[in-house]
């Protein structure tokens, strides 16, 4: 199984801030990575799908890059209504993992 | 609208049984591979199974696997995850996920509301 690790667990940090969190898998996954974000008592929301590619309707601030192994999610400026958990996800095989998740707060 | 709208949860004993509805509307259901995930109360997200559009192929966590069946009725516009032997360790909220292109293995980019599922005596 393809394990998927998230880095930060947890993320402090101001309005405006440029915010990057990092997901490693255990085994290449070519570009087969998803970001999701997920607020309070709400389902998760997908932000970039092939690691690199912005779902319909979300901010241009989100991007997502890497291949193979390391993985990133940049928000290029924080706004207030991005502080939440977000997920990684492989989906290179028919297996889904998650990572862990990196919860996002206020500083 | 895309749209799904799951059902089901409720309190069950240990060792008993349950059955989630998944209904979609919006899109060609058939043409979409779905799936089941769950978060455990303050946990993070867990995938528990997949369906292909034509049903002629599912994938099971190991958590779940011999315990849970997936199905899904194409006429009706929804899928199902009977959940037998149920453990205490299965409580969580349960989604259900659209998956993103057609292709056969692919990100989740429509989801349920949730439903809760409590396993205890």
């Known amino acids: 199984d393809i394990q998927m690790t998230q880095s930060p667990s947890t993320l402090s940090a101001a309005v405006g801030d440029r915010v990057t969190i990092t997901c490693r898998a255990s085994q290449s996954i070519s570009i087969w990575l998803a970001w999701y974000q997920q607020k309070p008592g709400k389902a998760p929301k997908l932000l970039i799908y092939?690691?690199?590619s912005l779902e319909s309707g979300v901010p241009s601030r989100f991007s997502g890059s890497g291949s193979g192994t390391e993985f990133t999610l940049t928000i290029s400026s924080l706004q207030p209504d991005d502080f939440a958990t977000y997920y990684c996800?492989?989906?290179?095989?028919?297996?889904?993992?998650f990572g862990q998740g990196t919860k996002v707060e206020i500083k | 609208e895309v749209q799904l709208l799951d059902s089901g949860g409720g309190l069950v004993e240990p060792g008993g049984s349950l059955r989630l509805s998944c209904a979609a509307s919006g899109f060609t259901f058939s043409n979409y591979a779905m799936s089941w995930v769950r978060q455990a109360p303050g946990k993070g997200l867990e995938w528990v199974s997949t369906i292909s559009g034509s049903s002629d192929r599912t994938d099971y966590a190991d958590s779940v696997k011999g315990r849970f069946t997936i199905s899904r009725d194409n006429s009706k516009n929804t899928m199902y995850l009977q959940m037998n032997s149920l453990r205490a360790e299965d409580t969580a909220i349960y989604y259900c996920a659209k998956g993103h292109s057609g292709r056969r293995v692919d990100a989740f980019d429509i989801w349920g509301q949730g439903t809760m599922v409590t396993v205890s005596s």
């Open positions: 092939k690691a690199s």
């Open positions: 996800q492989e989906y290179n095989t028919y297996w889904w993992t």
